[in-house]
């Protein structure tokens, strides 16, 4: 169950993530940092992979799990749930949303957001949260079906990676255009909890923080190097 807004406003979601090979990826550590989150504060968790949403769902039945997979292909750049076998697979886990990449770029295996979006909703009746890089693809996403649009790949795509994170710029005119029945979502590059709070000031209903909270690996490896000079 999606809370009600009430709970959710101005609410901080975790991103409790760790990349391939390393140690904090062990489902148990991915469920400790998920429990602690929750415990202290955080309205709901966003969870990458089957295994991690199903141990954190087990641990803690009622948190708002937001799921996605990372796959990547050899024919598309898209690597957040980017089609129909990972959109089950999220959802079979005990997800109660699922973030998938809503811009418009070429999909794995030529499949079509508009006709994946649909298919969640009509089949699943799942509720989607639109990763997104621009206001246009956040404007297409909702008119699409999306509940939630996010700025998560804003500066992560081909037509953002020369601007930096966090993606503030777009949230103004997101809010502006959006039905306000869509959340608005800051995600990425979040680093502080002055910059959560200029999110919910352009605009944002809620903030995502991953990196700066359960990034280990990328937290240490940055104060190693910045440490050399």
Excluded at 66 to 79: A, E, H, M, N, Q
């Amino acid at each position: 169950m999606i809370p009600t807004t009430e709970r959710l406003d101005q609410g901080l979601i975790v991103s409790v993530q760790a990349p391939q090979g390393s140690p904090m990826r062990d489902p148990q550590v991915i469920v400790a940092m998920a429990e602690a989150s929750l415990r202290c504060g955080a309205v709901g968790v966003r969870l990458e992979s089957p295994e991690h949403i199903g141990a954190v769902r087990r641990r803690c039945p009622d948190a708002l799990i937001i799921g996605l997979w990372k796959c990547t292909f050899p024919d598309s750049s898209v690597y957040i749930t980017p089609g129909w076998r990972e959109v089950q697979a999220v959802w079979s886990a005990g997800a109660d949303m699922i973030a998938l990449d809503a811009t418009q770029r070429h999909r794995p295996d030529g499949q079509r957001l508009e006709e994946l979006i649909q298919r969640c909703r009509s089949e699943l009746r799942a509720p989607l949260m639109a990763d997104v890089d621009s206001v246009s693809n956040g404007l297409n996403a909702a008119e699409l079906g999306c509940d939630w649009v996010s700025t998560t790949l804003y500066g992560y795509t081909e037509k953002t990676a020369g601007q930096p994170p966090p993606g503030l710029s777009l949230l103004p005119e997101l809010r502006q255009e959006l039905k306000t029945s869509v959340r608005l979502i800051c995600e990425g590059g979040i680093a502080s909890p002055s910059a959560a709070r200029a999110a919910l000031e352009a605009g944002a209903d809620n903030v995502v923080v991953g990196t700066a909270i359960t990034g280990v690996d990328l937290q240490v490896k940055a104060y190693c190097q910045g440490m050399k000079g």
